[in-house]
Nanobody, 120 residues
Framework: QVQLVESGGGLVQPGGSLRLSCAAS????????MAWYRQAPGKQRELVAG???????NYADSVKGRFTISRDNTKRTMYLQMNVLKPEDTAVYYC??????????????WGQGTQVTVSS
């Protein structure tokens, strides 16, 4: 049984940094494509960044140059380093595993989410 647990969210001032983690149990982690999504109040869930089993990455235009996605297959953990945070980055951040970043419905597994709030 696959379980994803996010951590690292919190309250940060504009311009600050946070590092999110997504720890996976069950499944063959190293073989799966992974992604971070976020959902702000009243908005649809959107792709933030994705990473393939081979380490190739892609990013939403809104976070390019500020966020970095990575994975450590030995620790079965994915990360999202978020720098120069802006108030518009405020959202619940979710990790997803085993899927396709062409759509939210394309993912097999989701974490419970972690809140990121960027405010002074």
């Amino acid at each position: 049984q696959v379980q994803l647990v996010e951590s690292g969210g919190g309250l940060v001032q504009p311009g600050g940094s946070l590092r999110l983690s997504c720890a996976a149990s069950g499944g063959r982690f190293s073989l799966y494509r992974m992604a971070w999504y976020r959902q702000a109040p009243g908005k649809q869930r959107e792709l933030v960044a994705g990473i393939t089993s081979g380490g190739s990455t892609n990013y939403a235009d809104s976070v390019k140059g500020r966020f970095t996605i990575s994975r450590d297959n030995t620790k079965r953990t994915m990360y999202l380093q978020m720098n120069v945070l802006k108030p518009e980055d405020t959202a619940v951040y979710y990790c997803a595993m085993s899927g396709d970043w062409t759509g939210v419905s394309k993912w097999d597994y989701w974490g419970q989410g972690t809140q990121v709030t960027v405010s002074s």
